[in-house]
Structures are given as structure tokens and as C-alpha cells.
């Protein structure tokens, strides 16, 4: 990528905006050569896109772009395994995570199964009293109900001691993971994890589900080779019709939209135009969404109502829901996750004040990484409530409640979530193999532990330590990156649809345009709800006016310059939306935030 130029040194969030610069001869070529238009020209230029890479970009097909399933570490042998456990008839259970990734896993792999002759029991572990991953008693329940292999969904890669014991009950057991893997593996009988320290696909970006679906194309193939359709008389595993699955998966778990991610959730946004998932259908229409899919609706409407059932005590719900064929009871789930849904939502308000509270009252904002101690808080809520600690302060941020573990004793759960710059799993593993966490890992950018209170003091200092390191000192530097300067005028509807259509999806490493609206005047602002700020904005010389929403803004700087209304201009950053709640098209922007604009800023654009 090229250098970027600095458009704002201080903004009211403490941030340093910048813009990559382009070789204005290459946005022209690039543009001629694809028939784009000259913003989407930019965009591609600015992040890294190379020419050669461009078709495959704006439009991947499975055709073309999709990769040998081969190619992953072990899955030659593990697809032979369960294509000859498929035409054994063996007894299968698939144990998925309490996430949304683990239940589009989940059921995938379910739908896979069942067509070709097998009914597997899904089992998905409570997060409340059997938290992340697979456990002694689940394995002895599956067992004790004649269970002969147990296949482990987004999960499974740390689990030593715990697949060591299912072992020796007589399980065998698949590990199908992405999480994050170290030097030595788990004695299972088979692991798919592109992050295996052996693996050279390339692939280590997919999350669970889109693992999974390549295991899934690997035993289609090798079952179709073996002759088995052709002998049993029916048509090969229909992949492609569940892409819809795949997609929510992926983007949900939040890995990087590009590549391989790219072309499952581009597919699998067109397949959803006409999805024949009764469940994923009951839960759009629960939830007002009219296909096709969207990144936000995937991310921000549909996840979280998967996601909430694990969070109020009913963690197969997700599971469920997607791998049902019926109607009635696929609505039916739906309507239940969204009731849970609601009191997920009051739980999680009320915990992040307390949070909040702590945090300001103890000074823990100082730290590199704020963490907090949520005695009274609800485990399911600590990876919501540590994002949005994250997102106030601008740090990594873990947030430990406690449950009762077997055996009666008291056990902290905690889930952390990071910023550029901090691998939270690392420090999560690291501090595990100190003798600090009982279980610990994740991702880059989220992960989760297990811990005795009484070393929390101890983890504590452990994470300020390894996050100073991590960050070569105890200040966080924000950097914005700004992808265009517009005026409130130039921001056309044409504009915004044009960048969703050739350049989305947008999600993790390929985030939603950050636009810079130069020399604003605020007309107007005022109070929306319990802490969002609506705003009416024109450029500085007048003309057209454009509403701006800025979210839980109230109390920030940000906010406070917007509701003062003074005279003096601002530049604003943040994304385009198209808003065609009236019927009529027109251009929204959602705040980020913001900017005076310097006297010699605004003598520059005279």
C-alpha cells in the first residue's frame, strides 16, 4: 500500500486522520480497464488491490476462485475417514460452539449429514454452566447414548487434557477449528485447522464455518467418486444452496472479508435472494430483514439473535433454527430468540454502566488494558460488554464474571476484546502457559479465558506487561484512515449504492468506506434515545442539507461540539448510508467523528 498524507493531526476522538495516497494514473487505469467508476478506482488502489487481482475481487465465482479442500493440513484423510463413516452407518455427534460460527457450523455440517443417510446428534455446550468448549461430561453423555465419533466445530485446538479423556472413553473424535493453534495439537484422530502450525493452504483467514464447508465439498467429492450417489441413488451434497449459511457465519465471527471470505459471503448474499432455509427465512422475517442478506444485517440484526440464546441459557437454539426443515417450528425458534433477544439487551445496558462505573472510579482507563472485575455480571454478556468498553476507551479490554464450576468451586470466566496492534489471544495463551489462566485463546482481535479468582491480581499485572510489550509503550495511538474527502453536495445516493455494489461486502480488513465531509456547518442537533445524537449538516457555503446521526455520543467530546451548534466549521468522518425511509433515496451519514476545522484549513479551501 502506499504512503498516506495527514488530513487532520487531533480530532475530538484524540485521533490522527489519514489518506493513503494514489498514483492518480493507476485509479485511471484501473477504471478504464474494469469500467469502474473513478471513487471505486481509488478505493481499490488505495488498499492493496493488486490490477491481476481486481476481477477476482469485484466478482469471485466458485468456478474460478474456490480452492482444492485438499490443500488444507489433514483434510485428505479426514474426509476419507468420514466418507468411509458415512457408508458404515457409525454413530455421530457433532459438539459445536455457543456462537453464531459454531451454530452455522453446526448446522451445516447437520445438512451435509442427513443428506447422505446420516442423523447426527448436535450438541452445543451451555455457556453458562459448561462455557467454551468440549467437556469430560458431555463426552461421557455422548458416549453413554452410543456415540462412536464426535466431531468438534470451532472448537477443540487447546482442548489437551479434555479430548485425552474422550479418547480414552472410546470416542473418536475430528477437530474442525480456526482458533489459534500452538507447536503441539490435541491426540484427536483428526484436526482441520488452517492455523496449524504445518498447514500451508494459506487459508488461515476462514473462520469455523468456511472450514467447515470445505470438509463438507472434501467428503461430497469423495463420496462421489467412491460411486456412493450413484449406488444409493441420490444427487450429490446441494453446497452451493446453503452458502446463505456460510455467509452469516462468516461474517459474524468477524474475519477478514477478503479472499476466500469474500467469495463465500458475496455467494452467499445472491444465494439468500432465494434461500429454501426455513430457519434463516423465519428468523428474517422475525427480525424485519427482506433478503437479500447484508453485511450489517448479518452483523448487527441476525447474529445477535443467534447469538442470544447462549446468552440467556438456551445455546442449541442457533443450532436448531438452522437446521430445520419445518416451518411452523422454525418460526417458532425464531420468535424465541428474538424474545431472547430483548432481555439481552436489558441485561447488557445494565451491566455496562456498572462496568463503566468501575472503571472510572478505580482509574482503570490509565492501564493499556482496562479489565474488569463484574462480580455480580452475567457471563454470557462479557464479550459484548468488553467490546463496548473497547470501543469507549480505545483499548483492549477483558471483562471476568464468575460461575460455579464442577466440584462446587467458584470460576472466573472472562472474554476480551482488542485494538489494532494487541493479539489478545497471544496474551491469553501466553498467560495460560505461565500457569496464570486455566484454558485461554481466541483471535487476534477477541478471545476468551478461564481463571481462578485468586490469580487475578497476578493476570492483571501479567496483561499490562505483555500489552505494553505488545505495544512498544503505554500509549495507544489511534490512526483513522480517511478513504475520500467529499462535500455534503458531491455525497449523491448514485455514489453510495455504486461503492456497495462494486466494492462490498464490507467487514474486517476490508471495512465500510470512512468518508471526510469537509467544512460542515451544523444546522441543527439534538437528543435521540438515551445517548445518540441526530444532526442536520450543509457544507459551510450552504446548499443541500444532509442528516447525520452520530451513536452513543452523548457526554463525548464529539457530542458536546455537536449540540453546542457554534458558528465554527467542522470536518466530519464517517459512512454513507442510503436512507429511503420517506420513499424517496436520499444520502445519510453516520458520524465517527469529528474535527474544527483551523483558520488555515478553511483560508486553504476558500
Excluded at 43 to 69: E, H, N, V, W, Y
Excluded at 346 to 352: I, L, R, T, V
Excluded at 492 to 499: R, S
Aim: net charge negative; aromatic share 6%.
Amino acid at each position: 500500500m502506499s504512503d498516506s498524507k495527514c488530513m487532520i493531526e487531533k480530532s475530538l476522538n484524540q485521533a490522527r486522520w489519514v489518506m493513503p495516497d494514489v498514483d492518480l494514473d493507476e485509479v485511471a487505469r484501473v477504471a478504464r480497464a474494469h469500467d469502474l467508476p473513478e471513487a471505486a478506482a481509488r478505493m481499490l488502489c488505495a488498499r492493496g488491490i493488486a490490477q491481476d487481482d481486481i476481477p477476482s475481487f469485484l466478482k469471485p465465482t466458485l468456478k474460478d476462485d474456490f480452492p482444492d479442500p485438499l490443500s488444507l493440513q489433514g483434510m485428505d484423510a479426514a474426509s476419507d475417514y468420514l466418507a468411509a463413516a458415512v457408508q458404515d452407518e457409525r454413530s455421530i455427534a457433532i459438539f459445536g460452539d455457543f456462537d453464531v460460527d459454531g451454530a452455522t457450523s453446526s448446522a451445516l455440517l447437520y445438512r451435509t449429514l442427513k443428506h447422505v443417510g446420516v442423523e447426527a446428534q448436535i450438541y452445543i455446550p451451555e455457556r453458562l454452566t459448561e462455557g467454551y468448549g468440549p467437556n469430560e461430561a458431555a463426552f461421557q453423555e455422548l458416549r453413554d447414548g452410543g456415540v462412536e465419533i464426535v466431531i468438534l466445530l470451532d472448537c477443540g485446538t487447546t482442548s489437551f487434557d479434555t479430548v485425552a479423556a474422550g479418547r480414552a472413553m472410546g470416542l473418536e473424535i475430528v477437530i474442525v477449528d480456526h482458533h489459534e493453534a500452538e507447536d503441539k495439537l490435541p491426540d484427536a484422530n483428526h484436526i482441520i485447522n488452517p492455523k496449524r502450525k504445518d498447514d500451508t493452504s494459506g487459508l488461515d483467514m476462514l473462520a469455523a464455518v468456511g472450514v467447515t464447508f470445505m470438509l463438507c465439498v472434501a467428503l461430497n467429492a469423495k463420496l462421489r467418486d467412491g460411486g456412493f450417489f450413484k449406488r444409493v441413488n441420490i444427487a450429490p451434497v446441494p453446497l452451493k444452496s446453503w452458502l446463505d449459511i456460510v455467509a452469516l457465519g462468516t461474517v459474524c465471527d468477524m474475519v477478514p472479508l477478503l479472499g476466500l471470505n469474500r467469495l463465500l459471503v458475496k455467494q452467499g448474499f445472491e444465494q439468500s435472494k432465494m434461500s429454501n432455509n426455513a430457519g434463516l427465512k423465519a428468523l428474517m422475517e422475525v427480525a424485519g430483514i427482506e433478503p437479500p442478506m447484508s453485511a450489517y444485517a448479518c452483523g448487527f440484526v441476525l447474529g445477535p439473535r443467534i447469538n442470544a440464546g447462549s446468552r440467556v441459557g438456551k445455546s442449541d437454539l442457533g443450532a436448531r433454527l438452522l437446521s430445520t426443515d419445518v416451518e411452523e417450528g422454525a418460526r417458532n425458534i425464531a420468535w424465541t430468540l428474538n424474545d431472547c433477544n430483548d432481555k439481552r439487551k436489558a441485561m447488557q445496558s445494565e451491566m455496562e454502566r456498572a462496568a463503566i462505573d468501575q472503571v472510572e472510579a478505580k482509574g482503570l482507563d490509565a492501564h493499556p488494558v482496562i479489565i474488569v472485575d463484574a462480580q455480580d455480571g452475567h457471563s454470557g454478556l462479557s464479550g459484548l460488554v468488553a467490546g463496548r468498553l473497547k470501543d469507549k476507551y480505545k483499548k483492549p479490554a477483558c471483562v471476568v464474571t464468575y460461575v460455579e464450576a464442577p466440584g462446587g468451586t467458584r470460576e472466573g470466566r472472562g472474554s476480551g476484546r482488542s485494538i489494532a496492534g494487541v493479539h489478545i489471544a497471544k496474551s491469553f495463551i501466553d498467560a495460560r502457559n505461565d500457569g496464570l489462566l486455566l484454558k485461554g485463546g481466541g483471535h487476534a482481535m477477541a478471545g476468551g479465558f478461564t481463571i481462578d479468582p485468586a490469580r487475578l491480581d497476578e493476570f492483571r499485572s501479567f496483561m499490562v506487561d505483555h500489552v505494553s510489550r505488545q505495544l512498544g509503550s503505554t500509549e495507544v495511538n489511534i490512526e483513522t484512515s480517511i478513504d475520500g474527502a467529499l462535500t455534503v453536495q458531491g455525497a449523491q445516493p448514485a455514489l453510495v449504492k455504486m461503492l456497495i455494489e462494486y466494492v462490498g461486502p464490507f467487514g474486517q480488513e476490508h471495512p465500510e468506506p470512512l468518508f471526510m465531509l469537509n467544512n460542515v456547518r451544523v444546522i441543527s442537533a439534538d437528543v435521540v434515545g438515551d445517548s445518540h445524537i441526530r444532526a442536520m449538516v450543509t457544507d459551510w457555503e450552504g446548499g443541500p442539507r444532509m442528516k447525520a446521526m452520530a451513536f452513543r455520543a452523548l457526554g463525548t467530546p464529539l457530542g458536546d461540539a455537536l449540540l453546542k451548534q457554534t458558528k465554527e466549521p467542522f470536518h466530519l468522518a464517517g459512512h454513507l448510508k442510503i436512507d429511503n425511509w420517506t420513499g424517496q433515496e436520499k444520502v445519510e451519514l453516520h458520524i465517527r467523528d469529528g474535527a474544527f476545522v483551523t483558520p488555515a484549513q478553511l483560508s486553504e479551501s476558500a
